[in-house]
């Protein structure tokens, strides 16, 4: 699923609720576990808009609140920066009043879903750059550190030592413009077409050796990686110094922890043993439908934090 999908696909979760019998056990059910008392997790997980609208309405801010009731302490946004100044204030200030983080927004100038940044054309880098600029404006109105970056798809045309060093520059421009700012651009590896330039991580990896600045990292997100590569853990360990951001969803599916083949609890005990302090994104889709969907997301991410 293409990102522009998957953000049109989770604005739209919600459906039809569920009635009767069902409904009540959940929230009988809820009431007993301690996802009902919205204490806080082991891990800093980052719902985003959409995911709870059954329980909190069509505003987001509504939703943001819902979030932090729950016990979340971040959020992520990917269209953030194509937002209203007006709407960006608000989210930006709701999340200094209640303590929570704003995880990563996507730069996106309209070039990432087509060759662009690897042909090496100045129209592309000039774009590129302009973007940037204009995602520091944003992430100051709400405290974010981290940006999606997706450098766009092959140049078939050129050979692709001439692509990986046309990437390279691109990104050393978008890290000169984000360094000062205390920003990171997060590079995120894909599995939605093999059309993208970055397939694995590996590659990322030596992207960001290459340019060689605080502001380029890796944003490893478990749910691509496993369809492309899988070997998790390890190839987490060998990428660890260049990895700033983790995003989440289960495979087959890409749906919350629990749905697929994906071992989160102990994906989550090996980072937290290794440190990480960092938003964990919840970039997936809700299982179910309705306030059981939303619900059951919560179980999930409770049954697999506790890991302790």
């Not at 932090?68 to 960006?88: A, C, H, M, P, T």
Request: net charge neutral; with cysteine; glycine share 10%.
């Amino acid at each position: 699923m293409k990102r522009s999908e998957f953000i049109k696909s989770s604005l739209l979760t919600a459906g039809a609720l569920t009635a009767g019998a069902g409904i009540t056990n959940t929230f009988a059910a809820e009431k007993q576990n301690p996802f009902a008392a919205g204490k806080t997790f082991n891990m800093d997980y980052a719902p985003h808009q959409g995911m709870f609208e059954n329980h909190a309405g069509k505003n987001f801010l509504d939703q943001i609140q819902f979030m932090y009731d729950k016990g979340f302490r971040s959020i992520e946004d990917n269209g953030f920066l194509n937002r209203s100044v007006e709407e960006q204030n608000k989210i930006g200030n709701l999340l200094t009043k209640l303590g929570m983080r704003m995880g990563v927004f996507v730069v996106d100038g309209g070039d990432n879903w087509k060759t662009s940044l690897a042909t090496g054309k100045k129209e592309f880098k000039d774009k590129f750059i302009e973007t940037c600029k204009k995602s520091v404006e944003a992430a100051k109105r709400c405290n974010a550190k981290w940006l999606t970056v997706v450098p766009g798809f092959y140049e078939r045309n050129l050979p692709y030592g001439n692509q990986f060093a046309n990437i390279i520059d691109a990104m050393r421009a978008g890290a000169e413009i984000f360094e000062p700012h205390g920003l990171i651009m997060v590079l995120e590896t894909l599995s939605d077409t093999p059309e993208l330039f970055l397939q694995k991580t590996n590659e990322t990896y030596a992207i960001c050796k290459a340019v060689q600045s605080p502001s380029c990292k890796i944003l490893y997100d478990i749910y691509h990686m496993q369809r492309t590569e899988g070997d998790l853990i390890k190839t987490i360990d060998r990428c660890w110094d260049e990895i700033a951001y983790i995003q989440i969803g289960d495979n087959p599916g890409r749906k919350e922890p629990t749905t697929g083949e994906i071992n989160y609890k102990n994906l989550f005990k090996h980072l937290h043993a290794k440190g990480y302090k960092g938003v964990m994104g919840m970039e997936h889709g809700n299982s179910k439908s309705g306030k059981e969907g939303e619900l059951a997301v919560i179980a999930a991410y409770r049954k697999e934090d506790d890991f302790l």
